[in-house]
């Protein structure tokens, strides 16, 4: 069914108001750094490139809250959009290997992997984020979806590693060795386990200090303005207090950068305070000749029963009416949601239906994801407030 688009809510068709997005950021980086001649997205060049992605850090929300990260507003050089859909694990691989979903293969918080990325027993529900089975709670997925076989597309990040640039990550220590991980950080590096902002800021700066006969790239990655924008809601008290927190950690970084450091600051995805749930668990007919349901609240991946595909979308479409975009495979592919190239085996991946919640709409599960449908704070589809990011620079 065709909608009218909400204000402050880009369609596909607007998306290109944007033009760059989170893919375009390391090969940015890598012009930078000398490694590569050109790139639609430019950067201060530097001996050294520093990614700090912040977890929730929104366009829109830091323009709002202006007045709580006066640092953040000072830096931002532009906007990008996060691409669709607007997820960590689905943005994290758009940084990390400079490409839409459409090529990385990552297609949502969770998903159904075609075939020929599973090693046994039938097809199941991939959460990306914690690459497990089924759901965010279910067994390791490591050994039936190797993150080798689900992402297979070449990245920016090896890439780099290939021209002899010192690979540095900061981020939490649980990290190491997770699906995720595997799939996103595929380039030798050094791994420095930093869960706070102080912790942040000393691993950064200590892999960029000092002299080095090689180029040096430093990803960093900081979560918890994201978990508060989840249980509290974004721009809630506790929400701005680690918004505070990041916009100090962002200004000692910038104050103390050695000569020849670039530092990129961006997120992965911005969030909305949902005010109107949807139970696709209690609704009557949602699940009639559906399989499986992936994705998040946001953005639904429905996977039809055999034969079923059209029923499945003329019920959702129905019941949902203006709550939310309702289309088929076929349509997102026409129409680039998941970017310009999609590969023939991501679009395997891709339901049978997807739905895009629209406003502050959430399509919650409460017997199948009780605790993701108690969150305030969401993301995952078109809005302004979850499409945009900044992008902030500084230079030592």
């Not at 700090?52 to 990008?80: F, H, K, M, N, V």
């Not at 220590?173 to 869960?195: D, I």
């Not at 209690?282 to 953005?299: F, I, N, Q």
Request: negative net charge; aromatic residues 6%; charged residues 20%.
């Amino acid at each position: 069914m065709s909608v009218e688009p909400a204000p402050g809510e880009p369609t596909p068709d607007d998306w290109a108001r944007y033009p760059h997005t989170l893919a375009d950021v390391l090969p940015a980086a890598s012009v930078a750094l000398g490694v590569s001649p050109d790139s639609g997205l430019v950067v201060p060049p530097g001996d050294s490139v520093v990614v700090l992605l912040i977890d929730g850090l929104g366009a829109t929300l830091l323009e709002e809250y202006a007045e709580s990260a006066p640092t953040l507003r000072e830096l931002t050089a532009t906007t990008l959009r996060a691409g669709f859909p607007a997820t960590t694990a689905t943005s994290i691989l758009s940084l990390t290997v400079g490409a839409p979903c459409g090529v990385h293969g990552i297609i949502g918080y969770s998903f159904r992997p075609d075939d020929d990325c599973r090693t046994r027993g039938s097809r199941r529900v991939l959460n990306s984020l914690r690459w497990s089975l089924d759901d965010a709670q279910g067994p390791s997925a490591l050994v039936t979806y190797p993150p080798s076989l689900v992402r297979t597309h070449p990245g920016s990040l090896e890439a780099l590693a290939d021209e002899g640039v010192r690979v540095t990550y900061v981020m939490p220590g649980e990290f190491r060795g997770t699906g995720l991980t595997l799939a996103a950080f595929r380039a030798p590096g050094q791994y420095v386990p930093a869960v706070t902002p102080d912790g942040v800021r000393e691993g950064v700066l200590a892999a960029v200090r000092g002299h080095s006969r090689h180029r040096r790239f430093v990803y960093a990655y900081y979560s918890e303005l994201d978990t508060a924008g989840h249980i509290h809601g974004p721009g809630s008290a506790a929400w701005l207090e680690k918004l505070r927190l990041v916009d100090r950690l962002v200004a000692e970084l910038a104050a103390e950068l050695p000569s020849g450091t670039t530092l990129l600051v961006t997120g992965d995805h911005g969030m909305i305070t949902a005010d109107r749930a949807v139970d696709i668990d209690t609704a009557p007919g949602l699940l009639d000749g559906v399989e499986a349901v992936a994705g998040e609240a946001r953005a639904r991946h429905v996977y039809a029963s055999s034969g079923a595909a059209e029923d499945v979308l003329k019920a959702w479409s129905g019941y949902l009416g203006d709550a939310a975009h309702v289309v088929s495979r076929e349509q997102t592919l026409d129409e680039g949601w998941f970017g310009p190239e999609v590969a023939d085996a991501v679009a395997n991946r891709i339901g049978d239906v997807v739905a895009v919640a629209r406003e502050s709409v959430t399509l919650t599960r409460s017997k199948n994801e009780t605790m993701e449908s108690m969150m305030i704070g969401h993301h995952g589809a078109w809005t302004a407030a979850e499409q945009l990011v900044p992008l902030l620079v500084a230079q030592g």
